[in-house]
């Protein structure tokens, strides 16, 4: 299936030629078809000589209805442009050529109406040449008249080399359909319509709601009003929901794959078709079937800053058009068209930020450069980057994050002078902590900081330093546990009270670099013991009768109730001891470790 929208100027036939070629009725609305103004959206299809089917979303005209029109063109990939040959070239004609070119469309035949009424030719003439000079460049042109039916199997035709000629739609990519109906049917539910451009839908998907955070279920499926298992794009189809009421979901809201888009209230775009100097401070962004206002902040000649009233999913290279409804006359109420360049922009808080990023954007031409983008950006997470519709272009470094290689290199050699620098401002802990590295690398996440450690530097601990350099301790640091290791020789367990240490200089850090290194070893708070305490004191303790008490462990250990206390503490949590109900200790297996 292909899906075409009408265009042109109000009650030039876009209706009534539809109404012939497919045998539908288009106009849905009772009002409509008393006024013979089409008013909103309407979809009818049909089967083309090839065999090939083409489904019609015929747009008003009236310039009151414009918003309305863009809904339905918004999706759209090609247009039956109608132009009366009785009328000829209207100011709807220029507003509605004036959004198609802006959204860049550049597939269209053009079909002159009511050929039976006056000359088509002088119609047929200008409106080529209107359509010539837009992206929908030349096309077919052909005189139809609804009601003799003259020229309507030449029109037939034409569509069907148009359709020949389109792109193939990219089923496999990502579902971004913006809703353009939605209503409820008693015993079913909430139903809504909208043209698949890309990608596939399936009864049983799992859908996101574009900006309410929820995910909403694929009940039903129908195409061209037959249910179906499963529709590939390009089509128009109707999707029965389940878990959504019907006043959640509405015109302009968008159903997603999870975790396809970045929706984002703030992008950097090309603007086409006039000076971003000349645009007005507010805008309405037309994208799909959403119709959303903005805020336009100029930053290039060509360039500038949208802040959107609220978020939309976008991609790197999604287009768009900015209309002004204030404008007077037809075409002028578009401003222009945009080309999103970034959807996840950098903030501009320094002078000469802005020009700085026109710059950038001058370089982007709105299709999406893997490599560049992760170079802008230097560290990006790759779920992020395909949220942008931007394909990661090479291996995370660590986790989901990509690092540009350049930053990266960069990043190695700043690694290696912070830890020197920690080294020379801690000299009592010269291996720098990770966390402490993130922050001056200014990274997002520690595994990045500990994927780019590698020689001369070697992470241990949850610390990084250098191989060369093991940890150690200075001069008079390591002359102070000298002389505390000295007294412990002789009574292993006189741990040296606060008096001693403070006399000898050392203090908490000092006392937790000494503990860190392993020079000492810390029991209880206050208590500094060998390293090998433990040991020494499991033997002598394996030589009393058992059970024995704190007292008896106090003498066998030659000590005080200061240091028997948190040490007997340490060997019960260790396994070496065991405390009783009684409140005596006994030893465990000799083959318990500590």
Do not use: C
């Given at each position: 299936?292909?899906?075409?929208?009408?265009?042109?100027?109000?009650?030039?036939?876009?209706?009534?030629?539809?109404?012939?070629?497919?045998?539908?009725?288009?106009?849905?609305?009772?009002?409509?078809?008393?006024?013979?103004?089409?008013?909103?959206?309407?979809?009818?299809?049909?089967?083309?000589?090839?065999?090939?089917?083409?489904?019609?979303?015929?747009?008003?005209?009236?310039?009151?209805?414009?918003?309305?029109?863009?809904?339905?063109?918004?999706?759209?990939?090609?247009?039956?442009?109608?132009?009366?040959?009785?009328?000829?070239?209207?100011?709807?004609?220029?507003?509605?050529?004036?959004?198609?070119?802006?959204?860049?469309?550049?597939?269209?035949?053009?079909?002159?109406?009511?050929?039976?009424?006056?000359?088509?030719?002088?119609?047929?003439?200008?409106?080529?040449?209107?359509?010539?000079?837009?992206?929908?460049?030349?096309?077919?042109?052909?005189?139809?008249?609804?009601?003799?039916?003259?020229?309507?199997?030449?029109?037939?035709?034409?569509?069907?080399?148009?359709?020949?000629?389109?792109?193939?739609?990219?089923?496999?990519?990502?579902?971004?359909?913006?809703?353009?109906?939605?209503?409820?049917?008693?015993?079913?539910?909430?139903?809504?319509?909208?043209?698949?451009?890309?990608?596939?839908?399936?009864?049983?998907?799992?859908?996101?709601?574009?900006?309410?955070?929820?995910?909403?279920?694929?009940?039903?499926?129908?195409?061209?009003?037959?249910?179906?298992?499963?529709?590939?794009?390009?089509?128009?189809?109707?999707?029965?929901?389940?878990?959504?009421?019907?006043?959640?979901?509405?015109?302009?809201?968008?159903?997603?794959?999870?975790?396809?888009?970045?929706?984002?209230?703030?992008?950097?775009?090309?603007?086409?078709?006039?000076?971003?100097?000349?645009?007005?401070?507010?805008?309405?962004?037309?994208?799909?079937?959403a119709a959303v206002p903005v805020r336009v902040r100029p930053l290039g000649p060509d360039t500038a800053r949208l802040r959107l009233a609220r978020p939309v999913p976008l991609h790197v290279g999604d287009r768009a058009l900015l209309r002004d409804p204030g404008a007077h006359g037809g075409a002028h109420r578009v401003a222009g068209g945009v080309t999103v360049l970034d959807v996840a922009p950098p903030p501009l808080r320094r002078r000469g930020a802005a020009a700085e990023r026109?710059?950038?954007?001058?370089?982007?031409?709105?299709?999406?450069?893997?490599?560049?983008?992760?170079?802008?950006?230097?560290?990006?997470?790759?779920?992020?980057?395909?949220?942008?519709?931007?394909?990661?272009?090479?291996?995370?470094?660590?986790?989901?994050?990509?690092?540009?290689?350049?930053?990266?290199?960069?990043?190695?050699?700043?690694?290696?002078?912070?830890?020197?620098?920690?080294?020379?401002?801690?000299?009592?802990?010269?291996?720098?902590?990770?966390?402490?590295?993130?922050?001056?690398?200014?990274?997002?996440?520690?595994?990045?900081?500990?994927?780019?450690?590698?020689?001369?530097?070697?992470?241990?601990?949850?610390?990084?330093?250098?191989?060369?350099?093991?940890?150690?301790?200075?001069?008079?640091?390591?002359?102070?546990?000298?002389?505390?290791?000295?007294?412990?020789?002789?009574?292993?367990?006189?741990?040296?009270?606060?008096?001693?240490?403070?006399?000898?200089?050392?203090?908490?850090?000092?006392?937790?670099?000494?503990?860190?290194?392993?020079?000492?070893?810390?029991?209880?708070?206050?208590?500094?013991?060998?390293?090998?305490?433990?040991?020494?004191?499991?033997?002598?303790?394996?030589?009393?009768?058992?059970?024995?008490?704190?007292?008896?462990?106090?003498?066998?250990?030659?000590?005080?109730?200061?240091?028997?206390?948190?040490?007997?503490?340490?060997?019960?949590?260790?396994?070496?001891?065991?405390?009783?109900?009684?409140?005596?200790?006994?030893?465990?297996?000799?083959?318990?470790?500590?």
């Amino acid at each position: 299936m292909r899906v075409i929208a009408t265009a042109g100027h109000v009650d030039h036939g876009k209706s009534t030629l539809v109404r012939v070629l497919t045998g539908m009725e288009p106009d849905r609305w009772a009002e409509e078809r008393r006024r013979g103004m089409t008013i909103d959206l309407g979809f009818a299809w049909t089967a083309l000589p090839s065999g090939a089917t083409v489904a019609f979303v015929d747009v008003p005209g009236h310039e009151r209805f414009v918003p309305n029109m863009l809904a339905g063109v918004g999706p759209v990939p090609a247009v039956l442009f109608v132009v009366a040959a009785d009328g000829g070239w209207m100011p709807q004609s220029a507003e509605h050529l004036a959004a198609l070119d802006a959204l860049g469309v550049r597939h269209g035949v053009l079909a002159v109406t009511r050929a039976d009424l006056a000359d088509p030719g002088p119609a047929l003439e200008r409106a080529r040449a209107e359509l010539a000079a837009t992206s929908i460049g030349e096309v077919e042109a052909v005189a139809v008249s609804g009601a003799t039916g003259a020229g309507l199997d030449d029109l037939r035709a034409a569509l069907d080399r148009m359709v020949a000629a389109l792109p193939a739609p990219g089923v496999d990519l990502p579902v971004r359909l913006w809703v353009d109906r939605s209503f409820v049917i008693r015993g079913s539910g909430t139903v809504v319509t909208g043209t698949l451009g890309a990608g596939r839908v399936s009864v049983g998907d799992e859908l996101e709601l574009a900006g309410s955070g929820r995910t909403v279920r694929v009940r039903g499926l129908q195409a061209l009003g037959t249910p179906e298992g499963s529709v590939a794009a390009t089509a128009r189809v109707a999707l029965n929901l389940r878990g959504v009421d019907r006043g959640a979901v509405g015109r302009g809201d968008a159903l997603l794959t999870p975790d396809a888009f970045l929706l984002t209230d703030l992008v950097d775009v090309r603007v086409t078709g006039g000076q971003v100097a000349d645009l007005p401070a507010a805008v309405v962004l037309h994208l799909g079937a959403a119709a959303v206002p903005v805020r336009v902040r100029p930053l290039g000649p060509d360039t500038a800053r949208l802040r959107l009233a609220r978020p939309v999913p976008l991609h790197v290279g999604d287009r768009a058009l900015l209309r002004d409804p204030g404008a007077h006359g037809g075409a002028h109420r578009v401003a222009g068209g945009v080309t999103v360049l970034d959807v996840a922009p950098p903030p501009l808080r320094r002078r000469g930020a802005a020009a700085e990023r026109a710059a950038v954007l001058a370089t982007l031409d709105g299709r999406p450069d893997p490599a560049g983008e992760v170079r802008r950006r230097r560290t990006v997470r790759r779920a992020e980057l395909r949220r942008m519709g931007v394909p990661p272009p090479y291996e995370p470094l660590a986790g989901d994050w990509l690092v540009d290689p350049g930053h990266r290199d960069d990043l190695r050699r700043r690694l290696g002078d912070e830890v020197d620098r920690y080294a020379r401002q801690h000299p009592l802990e010269p291996d720098a902590p990770v966390e402490a590295l993130r922050q001056a690398l200014e990274l997002p996440d520690r595994a990045l900081v500990e994927a780019l450690v590698g020689p001369p530097l070697i992470a241990r601990a949850g610390r990084v330093g250098r191989a060369e350099r093991p940890p150690g301790l200075p001069a008079p640091l390591a002359a102070a546990v000298e002389r505390i290791r000295a007294d412990l020789a002789e009574d292993p367990f006189a741990a040296p009270d606060a008096d001693r240490l403070a006399e000898l200089g050392l203090g908490h850090r000092e006392v937790a670099a000494v503990v860190r290194a392993g020079a000492l070893r810390r029991v209880g708070d206050s208590v500094l013991l060998a390293p090998d305490a433990l040991d020494v004191a499991e033997r002598i303790l394996r030589g009393l009768p058992r059970p024995f008490t704190l007292s008896e462990a106090r003498q066998a250990l030659r000590t005080t109730r200061r240091v028997a206390v948190p040490l007997l503490e340490l060997l019960d949590r260790n396994g070496v001891t065991v405390r009783l109900p009684d409140g005596r200790h006994d030893m465990t297996s000799p083959a318990a470790t500590h």
